[in-house]
């Protein structure tokens, strides 16, 4: 039963986070998106009928303010999907990166999912069933990105974006670990190539398609998977 329950979604505002806000009220779950922009934000919880909440994941004070708002409104978090996160922009390879990139990709795709997670976990933890959901990315697999046969073996070697989902990878693994005695499901979901923003719209498959996976992590049973990664046909090897 979706009913009841309260979701929080990053980076909300657009994208793959607006279409997972949009599916999970949908199932009819009380839906909160969380983006840094005000007036994104407002205009994205207007145009979806949902609450909203100022949230900028680099800043461990937004997480904690944005955690304390729900708290206020409805004492517990069911659904955590960390859905916020940026390329950097640039196609430098390692050798020639500009070190405060990486540290900004980090800040985003990596230390910005702890930060959110902490702030929100003693809502989670109050919840009978909670979840979590990375949105990761296939061009993090470190299988993928050692596999020649690999569509991914083409792309060029870059030390910030799929580095900043392999370590996001990780990270799922550790805080599913730690967290499996509470019956907190964590996972890890790659959308696909989408057409958003993020890829400059080169993606073949609509925010939409890409915000199921995340959807269906969010709404595991109880005997569902956690530290593990998947997208639309199942698991993703790490
Ligand atoms: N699109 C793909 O093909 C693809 C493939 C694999 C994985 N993914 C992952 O899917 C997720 C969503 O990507 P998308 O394609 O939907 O990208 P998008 O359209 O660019 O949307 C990204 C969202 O993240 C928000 N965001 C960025 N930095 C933030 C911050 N510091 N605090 C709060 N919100 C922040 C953006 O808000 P602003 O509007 O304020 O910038 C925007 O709402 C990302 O984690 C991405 O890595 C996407």
Redesign the pocket.
């Known amino acids: 039963m979706s009913e009841n329950k309260i979701a929080l979604i990053?980076?909300?505002?657009?994208?793959?986070?607006y279409e997972t806000a949009a599916q999970l009220a949908a199932l009819g779950m009380t839906v909160v998106i969380?983006?840094?922009?005000t007036q994104?934000r407002e205009e994205a919880a207007k145009a979806l009928r949902v609450q909203s909440v100022a949230?900028?994941?680099?800043d461990p004070a937004s997480a904690q303010s944005a955690a304390e708002q729900v708290e206020e409104r409805f004492g517990r978090l069911d659904v955590l999907v960390n859905?916020?996160?940026?390329t950097g922009g640039s196609y430098d390879p390692p050798s020639k990166i500009d070190l405060d990139i990486v540290r900004q990709v980090f800040e985003?795709?990596y230390f910005?999912v702890i930060a959110v997670t902490n702030a929100m976990l003693p809502l989670l933890l109050r919840s009978p069933a909670p979840r979590i959901v990375n949105?990761?990315?296939t061009?993090g697999s470190l299988a993928s990105m050692t596999d020649a046969e690999s569509p991914l073996a083409a792309m060029p070697a870059s030390a910030t974006y799929p580095v900043s989902?392999t370590a996001l990878n990780a990270l799922t693994v550790q805080y599913a670990k730690e967290f499996a005695k509470d019956g907190i499901l964590i996972n890890a979901a790659?959308?696909?190539?989408?057409d958003?923003?993020?890829?400059n719209h080169a993606?073949f498959r609509t925010?939409a398609q890409?915000a199921a996976i995340a959807v269906k992590l969010a709404t595991l049973g109880a005997d569902g998977p956690t530290g593990e990664f998947f997208d639309d046909n199942g698991r993703v090897a790490w």
């Not at 949230?55 to 680099?58: C, F």
């Not at 958003?196 to 890829?199: P, R």
Request: proline content about 2%; overall charge positive; charged content about 15%.
């Open positions: 990053t980076g909300a505002n657009k994208g793959i986070g969380g983006a840094r922009d994104r949230l900028d994941v680099t859905n916020a996160g940026i985003t795709n910005g949105m990761s990315s061009v989902k790659c959308p696909g190539y989408c958003t923003d993020l890829t993606g925010a890409g």
